[in-house]
Structure formats: C-alpha cells, structure tokens
C-alpha cells in the first residue's frame, strides 16, 4: 500500500472498532466513547494484537502512518487542553472563594498523599517504574499528582450526559474542578524545571505575563469571528515557545487557554467547537495513548500497581471530599455526589502522564498502570454518580 492508503486504513480503524464497540455492546450509559476509545487502543497496540497477530498489527500501524497520527494527536489534544483552560470560571470560583478553596484543596491534597504513598510503595518493589530522566520525587510527586487530578473537559460531557451542567449543583462541581485543574498544571510545571535551562524556562514566564494582558485586550476589541484566527494564533506560540524552553508544550497549551475566557465565544459555537474536535480529532489521541503502551512486563504486576493507584485516588478523592463536607456543613448527600462526579480523570490525566512519559520522568510501565487507572475511575463516574445523585434529590424532598 502506499503512504496515503496506509494512513487511511490507519483512521478507518481509528474511528470504526472503538464506535461499533461502544454502540454493540451498549456502553453509552455506562461510559464516554472517549474511555472505549482508549481500551481499544490499549488492545490494538503493540502489547497485544502486535504479539498475538503481528502481521495484522504491521499493516495496519506502519511506521509512517504512526507518524502521522502522533503529529495529529499533539495539535488535537493542544486544542483540546487550551479549551479545557477557557473552561476555568475564576472569578465564580473567587465569589465563592471559601467553599471553593476549602473543598478544591481537600480533594486535591488527600489523593496527593495518598498517591505519594502509593508510589513510593512502588518504587520499593523496584526501579521500573522511573523513567531514565525521572528522579524519585519527580516519579512520586508525578503519579501522586495524577491520583487526585480531575479531567474538567470530560467532567463538562459527563455532566451534560447527567442533564446537571447548567444546574447550581453542577456549576458548583466545576468550580471544585477548575481550581484543581490550575494547581495540576502548575505542579508539572515545577517536575520539569530544568535547572540546566531554567534562565529559558523563567524567560518564557516572563514573556507570557508580559503579552498576556495585551492578548486578552487585543480579544476583546475584535469581533467574536476575528477572535477564534488569534486564539489559535496564540495557542500556536505559547505551545512553540513552552516547549523551546524545556516545560512541553502542553503547559504552553493550557496557560494560553488559562488566560483566556470562554465568555469571549458564542457558547453554542464554543461546545460545537469543542464536540468538532472530540469527534473528529481526538480519537487519533486516544488511540496514539493506547499503542504507545507494550506489555513486556508481567501483565499482573501492572494490573496490580493500576489497582493499587486507583485505590489511593478513588479513596482520596472521597475522603477529601468527605472533610471538606464536614468542615462546611454541607447537606446529607451532597458529599458522596460531589466525591463521585470528581473521580473522572480520563483526558487530562492522560495527558498528564503522556507529557511525564515523553520526558523519560516515568516508565512505560508506570505510564500504562496510570491509564488503566484513569481508565477505570472514569468508566466507574457515571454508574456511581448517578445513584448518587438519585439520593441526593431524595434527601432534598424530604
């Protein structure tokens, strides 16, 4: 096959077995396609049909093709973060600043900690979980971090699935979330600090705060169809200018969308914007994610870190949650709803740890325990939350 048919097959497969997967089996009201979207992945990668049918594997995934849909992969997930960081509502969050606070640092710090442990746990079994550049806090802080980060995109789609986004309630949630969102972004800003370049790193801090405010005058003196060219625009150069001095591009990403505001956009055009390209670009990602993972370690060790880490973040994210109720007084219900619809981590924390694998700060093997992980809190959000909110409602009417 040539170089275009070989790519084309490549998204043919892309987009047609994770779908027809999540519409046979039925799996809409339990999980996002975006979760079926990145097991198939896992199951098409290397690890697995590339050791059980390696020619199927071969023609299907070139070299190439792969090529190809990495580099489509990072231009649609830096999209996708920089609406992810339009979505941060701060000054709603600073309205209510002391529930916000309260409940965002409890929910954050417990999974944090509890994450910690795990890793270090895991770092004493062995030293396959660190990556050749990854120093032992840099690993441990990293998936410690991933334990408690939750995925406000996909906390947005799951919310809408649950009909509770524009209700108080869900707009109270993502308050919780945007605040977590800014602090896990600033975390791995501080893991990749290269001392070796950190006179780059502090000029493009320097940079950003300094252009920042003329691009967010620049944007509000433009017509809403003028103001969607400059965004990408300055998603381009913050991306560029991140990863030339050594913080990835995706800290670029999401500081851009962090400064800007999702009230500059029309919000129908802005959700259709944002659909567009968890439709059509983002399975590349999810599937990139799930090839990059290969089982050549023993299948039940992995299975057993993931399980250990989804333990830590699912139980922190409760117990943070379950303090933060307590400190605040909250009604009966509204913890365990709160606490469920939080554990969502899929995309962002993906990303998350595809930026930590990219700069050898973890392993493959930590990499894939942590999409497991990610995986299985998501796919657990809905079937969880929503009983949970069924009570809630209940103990409201009486």
């Avoid at 029309?266 to 599937?287: A, C, G, I, K, Q």
């Avoid at 990059?292 to 299948?299: A, E, P």
């Avoid at 057993?304 to 989804?310: D, E, H, K, S, V």
Wanted: proline residues 3%; neutral net charge; hydrophobic residues 60%.
């Amino acid at each position: 096959m040539s170089g275009t048919e070989s790519f084309l097959l490549t998204l043919l497969v892309i987009f047609t077995v994770p779908y027809l997967v999540w519409r046979l089996l039925r799996l809409e009201r339990i999980a996002p396609l975006a979760v079926v979207q990145i097991i198939v992945g896992v199951l098409l990668g290397p690890g697995i049909l590339g050791r059980f049918a390696p020619s199927i594997y071969e023609g299907v995934f070139t070299v190439g093709s792969v090529t190809a849909i990495t580099s489509i992969a990072s231009w649609a997930v830096m999209i996708f973060v920089f609406l992810a960081g339009c979505e941060l509502e701060l000054n709603e969050a600073w309205a209510q600043r002391r529930d916000v606070a309260t409940t965002a640092v409890l929910a954050l710090v417990a999974p944090l900690v509890l994450g910690l442990c795990a890793a270090l746990l895991m770092l004493h079994w062995g030293e396959q979980w660190g990556g050749e550049r990854g120093a032992p806090w840099q690993v441990a802080l990293g998936t410690g971090m991933a334990c408690a980060v939750t995925a406000l995109p996909f906390l947005v789609l799951l919310m809408q699935q649950l009909e509770i986004l524009r209700a108080d309630f869900g707009q109270r949630i993502l308050r919780y979330a945007s605040l977590d969102d800014l602090a896990i972004w600033g975390v791995l800003a501080v893991i990749l600090l290269d001392w070796q370049r950190l006179a780059w790193q502090l000029g493009f801090v320097l940079l950003f705060a300094c252009v920042a405010p003329l691009y967010r005058k620049l944007m509000l003196a433009l017509a809403e169809q003028d103001r969607w060219p400059l965004a990408l625009l300055w998603l381009l150069a913050c991306g560029f200018g991140s990863d030339l001095a050594g913080l990835h591009f995706m800290v670029g990403a999401f500081a851009a969308g962090a400064v800007s505001e999702r009230s500059w956009f029309n919000t129908e055009r802005f959700d259709h914007f944002r659909d567009s390209v968890l439709l059509m670009m983002m399975p590349v990602y999810f599937l990139s994610t799930g090839i990059k993972i290969n089982w050549h370690m023993s299948g039940i060790t992995i299975l057993g870190a993931a399980l250990l880490l989804l333990v830590a973040s699912v139980g922190g994210k409760l117990l943070g949650v379950g303090l933060a109720a307590r400190v605040l007084g909250w009604p009966k219900g509204d913890a365990l709803a709160v606490g469920f619809l939080l554990q969502t981590k899929a995309l962002i924390m993906i990303v998350f740890a595809n930026v930590l694998l990219d700069k050898a700060i973890i392993s493959v093997d930590l990499f894939a325990a942590l999409l497991l992980m990610a995986v299985a809190s998501t796919a657990l959000t809905i079937p969880l939350a929503r009983p949970a909110l069924k009570a809630r409602m209940a103990l409201a009417a009486e």
